[in-house]
């Protein structure tokens, strides 16, 4: 089994939707991390939290919220879903920021 | 403002010859810097990672250089191997007495093998 899971693994909705995107962890780590990928822009950080009382706000955090319901489990929210939300989004996971262990990704489109 | 940049966004390099890639950065408080890997499909996963102390460090065929004054490091890997085709990422942080800050990511480089 993956350490960190993501579900859905693809998602197809349309505009204007409310979407939960879904991760669990089994490694015991105290901080977890959204991140989206698009092409020529890298990977850029949307929400993140140190522990489950600790949620901040990373580069790109507008039309997006989260929650981090345990320690293992930390979800992002996107409210009204909008086209230029259509990108692969990864989760991760980190024992005190040391190396990030990120999860398989859940490709995202917004029609 | 991009504080970890990757100028090249593709790269080929023939089997067995020596792939250079590299990252700049503009933020002096960085002090830790890590390579990732992404094959398509899957999350990125760590590859090798380097300290400000240093300005080397090696991990079987993959060599990560830093370069402080210019606020530069590269990953070398010797020799190339066609599972090497995938898409590296360079990430900088801060360490502090709590841990690492957040990752900070370039853009990536997709680099090619050509058998």
């Known amino acids: 089994d993956a350490d960190v899971t993501q579900t859905p693994r693809n998602r197809i909705t349309k505009t204007g939707k409310r979407i939960m995107l879904e991760c669990s962890q089994t490694?015991?780590?105290?901080?977890m991390y959204w991140y989206r990928q698009d092409p020529g822009l890298g990977l850029r950080l949307i929400y993140y939290?140190?522990?489950?009382?600790?949620?901040n706000k990373g580069e790109i955090s507008d039309g997006y919220s989260v929650s981090r319901q345990a320690q293992a489990k930390f979800s992002l929210s996107l409210e009204s879903a909008i086209p230029n939300q259509t990108a692969l989004y990864f989760c991760?996971?980190?024992?005190?920021?040391?190396?990030?262990?990120f999860g398989s990704g859940t490709q995202l489109s917004v029609l | 403002d991009q504080q970890v940049k990757q100028n090249s966004p593709s790269l080929s390099v023939q089997e067995g010859r020596i792939s250079i890639l590299n990252c700049d950065y503009t933020n002096s408080m960085f002090d830790y810097f890590l390579w990732y890997k992404k094959y398509p499909a899957e999350g990125p996963t760590f590859l090798i990672s380097i300290s400000s102390i240093k300005d080397k460090n090696e991990d079987g065929r993959f060599t990560v250089f830093l370069n402080k004054s210019a606020k530069h490091l590269s990953l070398h890997i010797v020799p190339s191997q066609p599972g090497d085709s995938a898409v590296y990422f360079c990430?900088?942080?801060?360490?502090?007495?709590?841990?690492?800050?957040?990752?900070?990511f370039g853009t990536g480089t997709r680099l090619t093998i050509i058998p």
């Open positions: 991760a996971t980190s024992r005190r920021g040391r190396k990030l262990f």
């Open positions: 939290s140190f522990d489950v009382k600790d949620i």
């Open positions: 490694k015991g780590h105290d901080r």
């Open positions: 990430a900088a942080t801060r360490r502090t007495n709590f841990g690492n800050e957040k990752l900070t």
